[in-house]
Each structure stands twice: as structure tokens, then as C-alpha cells.
């Protein structure tokens, strides 16, 4: 049963005030609970429990030693550090190792534990294109005319004024003379940093305590390469004939992103002069857990088309060059103070500048 207590008029005024600063008071409360700061935590309760170096793989960077898949305690020197690929003593040298070759092919390019070899694997090492007949893919693929007759393969062909290539492909015929022929380069991609670190763990059988810095020299493929095919590509132009570099496919990638030059997939046309054969790694069904390449794409262009798109790019606008030398007017001197530095920098010892 509940009972009612009958309060009187005055007594009810009394309780309404108090039960309002109740409320208000209360209200203040939560509102200085949610507006505050939240509380940080000492950095002691920030750091976690198990704060240490966590172990890295070397098998994360490591794709490949001797043309097979790099594995804990490999001991390449038990196989004379012999290429599979070239059948004799691996070419590759690290100032690391001054007695002994380097026989690092691939690398992840992550570095992170992603395991997809087609975008992740890259060739460190040209000598790993030797894997497959990419001769044969030449001639099946770019030849240009009629299909050779008599293919001879020349390699590292040099001259004055036009540097090198690898190979070169002639139909030569019974007197011993050049028709039409095709010029051959290969490239993998340089590594800035070192992954020298994971090597020597591999080849220890352990981790490492932190993952080592590491990179790919995109840039340097880029600048140097594409330049050289320009200016070679030009001599073939001239010759009737035409080059192609076979390279890794995420390095065309990287190329094509950068420059937007005319690309065709019939490169027979008599205007190409320069073809981009693109292969990548993949896993070999042949040999489970192991890699093979694998032929990507194969398109031309013509040498001015290349300069064209690497040397005029659109320019930048003016509005935001004249932003950054507003930055560097900052540091803005003087230039008759700089002359006259320059001028006592270069005066003969025991002269005094002119004044």
C-alpha cells in the first residue's frame, strides 16, 4: 500500500527550489565530465608490456639465391656459387664481399611479408631473364619482315659513339652477310640501401632485429635507361632497325605512370623503333614453391615519342614557381655581398680580395 504525505504550500516551494539547484548542480557536472580532456596515461602505461625488437624474416626481402627461392641456412658457396641460368660462377659483386660473389636474383619489393610474386618479386639481376628462351620471344614477337632464315646471335656488341648492347640478332646469310637484324638489351633494377643484412641472416639461419632500409632506384632506371634507349633507339631509326629492352614488368609500370608516350601493340610498324618486352615472376608449376618468368606485354614507340614525353612534360604554372621562390626568398642575400665572398674565396694566397 503507499501512502501519500501531504506537504503544505510553503514546504512544496521549498522542495521545487532545492530539487531545481539539484538538477542544475548535477547538469554542471556532466557537462565539465564531457568537455574535459580525456585523461592521457603516463609513458609508462603507454608502452606496452612486451616493448622489444620484434624478429624479421630475412625471407621477407630475400626472393631468390642461385635461382632458387631463398630459404634459412642456404649455403650457395657448397654450389661453387654457380648460376643456373648462365651455367658458370655468378657475376654479381658486393663491396660486403670482396672474396666471393653476390648471388642475390630477386627481391620482395615490400619487404613486408606480401608474397604475390607477380607484383611483388623483381628482378635484382639481369642474368634471372635467362630462366626462358627471351631470345626466341624476340624473334617470335618483334621481328620485323619476313622471319629470319639464318638467326646468329652476337652478344655484347660495342662501338665508339654508341656504347653497347647485349645481343644482337642477325639473319646472316651463306656468305656471311647481315640482312635485317634486331638489337637486345636486358635490365633489372639497382637497389639503393642494402639488403646485404637479410643475405648474410639467410645464409646464417637467422632473423634480424629490425628489417633493413632498403629500396629500388626507380629513378635511375627512369633517367639513365630511358635516355640510353632514346639515343639508341634513334641510330636503329636510322638503320632500318629497331632495339628491345626486355625488362621487369613493374618497371614499365613505373615508366608508363611517369610518361605518357604514344605505345602500339604492332610493333612490326615500320615507325617503331623501340620495344618494351616486360616479364614478371610467377610461380612455376613445374617446381612447387619456386619462380619462373613470365611474358607480360610487348608494345613499341618510336625514339621521338620517348624523348618527347620524358623531355616535355606539361609545364608546372607560373602562379606556383612564383610561390616557391617567395619560400626562398627567405634566405635571400645580397648579390653584390655574394660576388664580392665569391671574389676574396678565390684570391691568390697571401693577396687580399679587391675592395
Known amino acids: 500500500m503507499l ?19 539539484f538538477w542544475a548542480v548535477a547538469s554542471l557536472n556532466v557537462c565539465w565530465r564531457l568537455t574535459r580532456a580525456p585523461e592521457r596515461p603516463s609513458p609508462t602505461q603507454q608502452r606496452p608490456a612486451w616493448n622489444c625488437c620484434v624478429p624479421f624474416e630475412p625471407e621477407a626481402i630475400i626472393g631468390e639465391v642461385l635461382g632458387r627461392r631463398a630459404q634459412a ?10 648460376c643456373p641460368f648462365i651455367a658458370s660462377r655468378c ?39 635467362y630462366a626462358i628462351d627471351f631470345l626466341t620471344d624476340v624473334i617470335e614477337h618483334c621481328w620485323h619482315g619476313e622471319k629470319p632464315r639464318n638467326p646468329m646471335v652476337a652478344p655484347e656488341v660495342k662501338m665508339a659513339g654508341f656504347g653497347n648492347v647485349d645481343f644482337v640478332i642477325a639473319d646472316v646469310d651463306e656468305s656471311g652477310n647481315i640482312g635485317r637484324f634486331l638489337s637486345v638489351e636486358l635490365q633489372a633494377i639497382d637497389i639503393t640501401g642494402s639488403v646485404f643484412p637479410a643475405y648474410r641472416a639467410l645464409l646464417d639461419g637467422k632473423s634480424l632485429e629490425k628489417k633493413p632500409t632498403f629500396g629500388l632506384n626507380w ?9 640510353q634507349l632514346i639515343r639508341k633507339g634513334y641510330f636503329h631509326h636510322h638503320w632500318g632497325s629497331k632495339i628491345v629492352a626486355v625488362i621487369p614488368d613493374q618497371v614499365y609500370r613505373y615508366i608508363i605512370n611517369r610518361a605518357d608516350f604514344m605505345r602500339s601493340e604492332d610493333v612490326k610498324n615500320p615507325n617503331v623503333n623501340v620495344i618494351f618486352m616486360t616479364y614478371r615472376l610467377e610461380d612455376d608449376p613445374h617446381r612447387p614453391g619456386e619462380f619462373r618468368p613470365a611474358l607480360v606485354t610487348v608494345e ?53 680580395p679587391e675592395p
Request: charged share 25%; hydrophobic share 30%.
Open 73 to 82: 641456412g642456404a649455403d650457395p658457396a657448397s654450389q661453387g656459387f654457380e
Open 300 to 352: 613499341g614507340t618510336s625514339h621521338a615519342s620517348l624523348q618527347n614525353a620524358i623531355l616535355y612534360k606539361e609545364p608546372p604554372p607560373r602562379a606556383d614557381f612564383c610561390s616557391q621562390i617567395g619560400r626562398s626568398l627567405v634566405r635571400a642575400v645580397n648579390l653584390a655581398d655574394l660576388i664580392r665572398a665569391n671574389a676574396g674565396r678565390s684570391a691568390p694566397d697571401g693577396g687580399d
Open 91 to 129: 657475376p654479381k659483386r658486393s663491396t660486403n664481399l670482396p672474396d666471393q660473389p653476390y648471388p642475390v636474383c630477386t627481391v620482395w619489393r615490400a619487404g613486408d611479408g606480401r608474397r604475390d610474386p607477380r607484383d611483388n618479386l623483381i628482378f635484382v639481376c639481369p642474368k634471372r631473364f
Open 219 to 227: 629513378d635511375n632506371v627512369y633517367k639513365r635507361y630511358i635516355t
Open 3 to 21: 501512502f501519500f504525505r501531504a506537504v503544505a504550500p510553503s514546504n512544496l516551494s521549498k522542495s521545487a527550489t532545492r530539487c531545481r539547484r
